[in-house]
T-cell receptor, first 113, second 116 residues
Framework: GNSVTQMEGPVTLSEEAFLTINCTYTATGYPSLFWYVQYPGEGLQLLLKATKADDKGSNKGFEATYRKETTSFHLEKGSVQVSDSAVYFCALSDSQAGTALIFGKGTTLSVSS | DTGVSQDPRHKITKRGQNVTFRCDPISEHNRLYWYRQTLGQGPEFLTYFQNEAQLEKSRLLSDRFSAERPKGSFSTLEIQRTEQGDSAMYLC??????????????FGPGTRLTVL
């Protein structure tokens, strides 16, 4: 079945460091791919998405490119801030269940000043 | 646009009791989803509605779980005869169905259930 695998955390970085969070997926067909973020004490928010191969999603300095050949959707940011500390979830749309999302386990990012 | 709201935010119950959670989606959204999230895991899809029709319910965890969306607006999720393993965060999300794939789901704050 469809699934998402994320790198395990926690990821601990200093402010202004480069961030990569790896995400790979297994899916039939051509799912859409998403990154959601959960800040402490808040609900899940969409960070960015891509709906077809080679699309790049971007938002708030974060980027991810839909790579069909490597079945990956890695999240990157050139310079992280303390305010980026959160849990990041990679997800894909499951065409076998309408548009339901299948999530990875989440990666906790902690940025210190 | 007030966002997705859920009520209650926290529920503590004793094993064997029934509980019901409510979700109010973003007003113009016609799709509504329920997920469960346990500690250290990503959300797990349970069921979804398009308008008042429940189009996918095979992922509900057991026959103790049921959901309704009677008028195509708010939805309720009921768990009968709760068990300690039901303790989790229950999330609701809504979206507007689009012709292109990957409609964006907007999540509510969740209802945290604790079963004693």
């Amino acid at each position: 079945g469809n699934s998402v695998t994320q790198m395990e955390g926690p990821v601990t970085l200093s402010e202004e460091a480069f961030l990569t969070i790896n995400c790979t997926y297994t899916a039939t067909g051509y799912p859409s791919l998403f990154w959601y973020v959960q800040y402490p004490g808040e609900g899940l928010q969409l960070l960015l998405k891509a709906t077809k191969a080679d699309d790049k999603g971007s938002n708030k300095g974060f980027e991810a490119t839909y790579r069909k050949e490597t079945t990956s959707f890695h999240l990157e940011k050139g310079s992280v801030q303390v305010s980026d500390s959160a849990v990041y979830f990679c997800a894909l749309s499951d065409s076998q269940a309408g548009t339901a999302l299948i999530f990875g386990k989440g990666t906790t990012l902690s940025v210190s000043s | 646009d007030t966002g997705v709201s859920q009520d209650p935010r926290h529920k503590i119950t004793k094993r064997g009791q029934n509980v019901t959670f409510r979700c109010d989606p973003i007003s113009e959204h016609n799709r509504l989803y329920w997920y469960r999230q346990t500690l250290g895991q990503g959300p797990e899809f349970l069921t979804y509605f398009q308008n008042e029709a429940q189009l996918e319910k095979s992922r509900l965890l057991s026959d103790r779980f049921s959901a309704e969306r009677p008028k195509g607006s708010f939805s309720t999720l009921e768990i009968q005869r709760t068990e300690q393993g039901d303790s989790a965060m229950y999330l609701c999300a809504s979206s507007l169905a689009q012709q292109v794939p990957g409609d964006t789901q907007y999540f509510g704050p969740g209802t945290r259930l604790t079963v004693l």
